[in-house]
């Protein structure tokens, strides 16, 4: 798929002194923007982690201090657990109910589960 380039004509570039080959380098499609760049990701210090994953109450929370995406700091734990650090305790999913197994298997069953 081609990329669509801005043609500039030769009155255009003589009053702004920039040369046709410059002004063909930008596009009418994209607008710059104040969002950071997606590339390299952001270098997390290890021991800091865990030390914000220690105080921390939920995943949210380690990224927005660590500064980076919460799917991020999970991938993070989930390496670090996988490296032997043992300690580094799970927090709930987002959303999760406590499974009050008792009250399910009665009501499954047809009885009154209050």
Do not use: C, H
């Amino acid at each position: 798929m081609k990329k669509k380039i801005k043609k500039t004509s030769k009155k255009a570039s003589k009053k702004t002194g920039n040369s046709a080959r410059e002004e063909t380098s930008k596009t009418d499609d994209f607008e710059m923007s104040d969002e950071p760049k997606k590339g390299r990701p952001t270098m997390v210090n290890y021991d800091e982690f865990v030390k914000v994953w220690r105080d921390a109450s939920s995943v949210s929370d380690v990224a927005s201090a660590m500064g980076i995406k919460r799917n991020s700091a999970s991938a993070i734990a989930a390496r670090l657990r996988a490296a032997g650090v043992t300690n580094l305790r799970s927090f709930p999913r987002r959303g999760a109910q406590p499974i009050d197994v008792k009250r399910l298997n009665k009501l499954a069953a047809g009885k009154n589960a209050d």
